[in-house]
Nanobody, 119 residues
Framework: QGQLRESGGGSVQPGESMQLSCAAS????????MGWFRQAPGKDRTFVAR???????????DYADSVQGRFTITGSADSNFVHLEMLNLKPEDTGVYYC?????????WGKGTQVTVTS
């Protein structure tokens, strides 16, 4: 059972930027996807971004429409980490951001980190 640890998060004003990071304490040999969901109070977790590796290459990225053009996910299959660069943050981006990893172990989740965008 791997552990995913998010770092970053905090409170920023609208229009500002923030970077989140996620690292696995125990890498796997079969990581296919790492990415991020977010969850506002009383709502379901919603997809934010993911990086998909094929043969160790970070060759595919997907983004939710709401963050397209503002967020960028990067990562390393070898090191089992991802970064989420978030630009031009909006109040609607507020929520707990959860890192996830898909591998032969199934889907693993981090504990989450709070991102608050407010004036």
């Amino acid at each position: 059972q791997g552990q995913l640890r998010e770092s970053g998060g905090g409170s920023v004003q609208p229009g500002e930027s923030m970077q989140l990071s996620c690292a696995a304490s125990e890498p796997t040999f079969t990581t296919d996807t790492m990415g991020w969901f977010r969850q506002a109070p009383g709502k379901d977790r919603t997809f934010v971004a993911r990086a998909i590796w094929r043969n160790g290459y970070d060759d595919s990225r997907d983004y939710a429409d709401s963050v397209q053009g503002r967020f960028t996910i990067t990562g390393s299959a070898d090191s089992n980490f991802v970064h989420l660069e978030m630009l031009n943050l909006k109040p609607e981006d507020t929520g707990v951001y959860y890192c996830y990893r898909d591998s032969s172990l199934g889907r693993e989740w981090g504990k989450g980190t709070q991102v608050t965008v407010t004036s």
